[in-house]
């Protein structure tokens, strides 16, 4: 589903020139959870950002879905996004003059769904983070981890093939941190390729494998020998 070979990223300046990711080689199967791990500004951010179709590598080789992803335009990345991929961010990024009902909402417009589609998408996605009750509240209203499972349920309301989760509970509590971790798993579990960038081990335990980045070089790709189980 998706593979890299000799992917490189470099950010120029006039006078400055940053390689972010060097000969990063990588291959993620479907339905795999996979977590990508380093110290801050080894090139992990980067690398969610191409896999994501929401940059494109300098050289090297990216195939998304059987594409090859990395010689795509801006816009035919975008069209290829659309419906493919879900975010989920640190910073839940939700649209604070908009109700839950509406942030959720966003994705499905741009794919010119009926609105009986939309409704009865939203209705579903919101009753499974069990937050049916919350619909016409507003971000500021919700407390931390409820605002992180309307940017999930923002993420998976398109039903999308692959979630990238960008530090997902890094501004959470350790327990309500667990509840959205749980939640991944269970999307996972469901069938959905998750791939999630993360400081934490106890995080990564939820995974099936880690990628370990050092200085925007892979230097360790193994799978998790603790995994957290979920009955």
Known sequence: MIRTVGLNKVF???T???????NVDIAIKQGEFVAIMGPSGCGKSTLLNIIGLLDAPTSGSYTFDGVEAGRLSEPQRTAMRRGKVGFVFQNFNLVEDLTVRENVEL???YLKLSYGERKRRITEVLNRMQLSHRMDH?????SGGQQQRVAIARAVVSNPMLILADEPT????????T????????LNQAGTTVVMVTHSERDAAYAHRIIRLHDGNVVVAEDVKQQVVIV
Do not use: H
Request: glycine share 6%; net charge negative.
């Open 179 to 186: 509840e959205v971790m749980l939640v991944l798993t269970e």
């Open 12 to 14: 120029r300046t006039d």
């Open 107 to 109: 994705p499905l417009v």
């Open 138 to 142: 507003f971000p500021k209203q919700l």
């Open 170 to 177: 890094g501004n959470l509590d350790s327990k309500t941190g």
């Open 16 to 22: 400055i020139e940053t390689s972010a990711l060097s």
